[in-house]
């Protein structure tokens, strides 16, 4: 009994001591899907072609794809947001902010200076930050002194991320963070006030956002209708889908237009010989169409008419 005692202690203080920071081998238990590489901090680190040809992914696609694989739970919407047309794409770097305490706040502060971390605790996880990431974080919905960063730090961000945020808080500055080319924010809302009584909790660690649970390395899918997290291994599969569904949906209002098919035709499970028209279709327009050529490619490979 004492051994059980000693070693549950002994746990306890380890992941104490890592509060600020998830440890490698955690997050490679929370996610044993992911087969691909990975961040020395032990995130998946999804292929940048893969984030590239997810900003044509519409957020119905990807919830669709992720409901069908059970995960029911990933979608937030109710943001603020810069601009409405700039998508945000990429794999999440989390943080979980609290509302403050002082002698947690006090250790955090101590333990992230014996490490050389510079600076407010909201600028620390700016500095792990690269390319491709995006910076996602719970601040408990707090707006009003819980303005996560203005336009200083969000100069920050976009240099070393090439890309924007998701807070479950607020942010300032919005007029300097809009002139940012590139850059933009899914907030709670907008406050002139500066960052009080929240402190930080842990970096790379699972999080809520709103409905949502988040890990460290998701895919962040943020549009105009909101936010959608894709778990890395389910990166791929949403991609692909996507794009085959975009596809047959310019083939079928194409051939629409022609007045070669019915709505009733195209609207339901399409016939061998629609099948087989759509076949000769890819290959006709394969240096047209606006998929990967070798996606195309790969479908053909599959298809049997």
């Known amino acids: 009994m004492r051994l059980i005692k ?3 202690l002994t746990l306890l203080l380890c992941n104490f001591a890592m509060a600020q920071t998830t440890s490698k081998e955690q997050i490679i238990f929370l996610t044993p899907q992911w087969e691909g590489e990975r961040f020395d901090d032990g995130r998946p680190k999804v292929a940048d072609d893969i984030l590239e040809r997810m900003k044509g992914v519409s957020t119905e696609e990807a919830w669709g794809v992720l409901r069908n694989e059970g995960y029911h739970n990933q979608f937030e919407g109710g943001w603020e947001l810069i601009h409405d047309d700039v998508p945000v794409v990429g794999r999440a770097l989390t943080v979980q902010y609290m509302p403050n305490r002082p002698d947690v706040s006090d250790q955090i502060k101590k333990k992230g200076k014996a490490d050389g971390q510079i600076g407010s605790t909201n600028s620390w996880p700016i500095d792990m930050l690269v390319e491709g990431d995006v910076y996602v974080a719970d601040g408990f919905g707090k707006i009003v002194d819980g303005t996560l960063i203005g336009d200083n730090l969000g100069n920050s961000i976009y240099a070393k991320s090439k890309n924007g945020v998701v807070f479950n808080a607020s942010s300032r500055d919005l007029e300097g963070l809009s002139k940012i080319d590139g850059f933009n924010a899914f907030v709670r809302g907008w406050h002139p006030s500066y960052l009080q009584e929240v402190m930080l909790e842990s970096i790379n660690s699972p999080i809520r956002i709103g409905a949502a649970t988040v890990l460290p390395g998701d895919i962040v899918l943020g549009k105009k209708e909101g936010v959608i997290f894709i778990p890395a291994h389910l990166a791929e599969k949403v991609v692909v889908t996507s794009e085959v569904v975009r596809l047959r949906d310019l083939f079928g209002i194409g051939k629409l237009k022609e007045g070669k098919y019915t709505p009733g035709q195209i609207d339901s499970k399409w016939s061998d010989e629609i099948e087989k028209d759509f076949s000769k279709w890819l ?13 195309i490619q790969e479908l053909l490979k599959k298809r049997t008419w």
Not at 283 to 295: M, R, T
Request: proline content about 12%; aromatic content about 12%; charged content about 40%.
């Open 6 to 8: 000693f070693t549950f």
């Open 283 to 295: 290959k006709d327009h394969i240096d047209e169409l606006p998929v990967p050529k070798e996606q």
